[in-house]
């Protein structure tokens, strides 16, 4: 079937050289150009065409930008006490944030403009940066569930959307959301005085996190600590398991497919191998009934890490009962209490 595809096509770029030929010199360069892509298209197998694109769409799952019809310039209206605003991270690329004070600063920032919520990032409150799994952006219901918890319990929270999300600029990669997780950090670090920062991220945001703090860590600038909400090992495993793909695994030769269209993307976000290299206080949350991510890759990102980490009190793994699945854990009352005693514990 590949086989004649190919031909159709091969047959059909014949043609058209055919009749470049009578192309008068001037668009030599033109015709040389749509040779070099030709031969480009026939050098390659249609699944080499397909699958990194494919791959990188159901990775990223950026192109669905709900909630729809949000002004992501005036939060207010979905998140009380935020403020929007953008920072550049590399030419082409600006990233949209979300700046939510804690509930009991809400009064004094009616009103207030960016300058004010920047100066109260070193008012003493910790501070979390948090960074979402896929698709969707940082309007998405549960999203502004979390960050309202965490308001409540006396956090900043900075919802970040990557490049690519939101209204956030440039195109999604590892390594670029890698830069705009260490370029966030590195901003809020500036601003907070002694006040600790936090990387939070939740499914593909775990794998943000750990980049990022790998980064840190050889930069010789450890993060202060990284909560990991439904983490996997690493891209290969989590794709394996992803609801979409699963009827398709019992195919010949698709999870090689599978695998070479990630490596041929760069796609790896390797939790697993970065924790090797870490020594920040590393909290995992993981639901029992999770289906997107499953909870044994969770619990052996927890072994990885315990026997890698030389003071073993820094890593923890905390596990909720069903009911909460993969994107519903800021329902969970015991939530808020689980993580403040972790940062209190780590922090005092």
Known sequence: METDEQDCVAAWWDMVLRNLRSIPHCCATLRRKIAAQYNSF?????????????????????????????????????????VNFYIKVEPGVI??????????????????????????????????????????????????KLVKMLSDGGFHVLSVDYRGFGDSTGQPTEAGLTADAVCVYEWTKARSGNTPVCLWGHSLGTGVVTNA??????????????????PFTNVWDASI???????????PGFLRTLTDALKKDKLVFPNDENVKFLSSPLL???????????????????????????????????????GFQHNLLCRCPTLLKTV??????QWA
């Open 284 to 322: 995992i949350l993981h639901c029992e009934d999770d289906r997107t991510v499953p909870l044994a890759l969770g619990k052996q990102l927890y072994e990885i890490a315990y026997n890698a980490y030389r003071n073993k009190e820094r890593v923890k793994i905390v596990t909720f009962p069903p």
């Open 213 to 230: 703090a790998k980064v840190l860590e050889e930069k010789g600038s450890p993060v202060d600590a990284m909560i990991l909400e439904a």
């Open 42 to 82: 026939c050098s390659k197998s249609l699944k080499e065409h397909i699958f990194p694109p494919l791959m990188d769409m159901l990775i990223f799952f950026n192109f669905f930008k709900a909630p729809f019809l949000v002004d992501l310039k005036d939060p207010e209206l979905k998140m009380p006490h935020t």
């Open 95 to 144: 990233l949209g944030i979300w700046h939510t004070v804690p509930s009991c600063r809400g009064q004094d920032a009616m009103g207030q403009d960016r300058c004010w919520y920047e100066a109260a990032l070193h008012d003493g409150n910790p501070i979390i940066v948090y960074l979402h799994g896929s698709a969707e952006h940082r309007a998405a219901s549960h999203r502004l």
């Open 241 to 251: 398991n992803y609801p979409l793909l699963k009827i398709y695994r019992k195919l």
């Open 340 to 345: 403040r005693d972790f940062l209190s514990q």
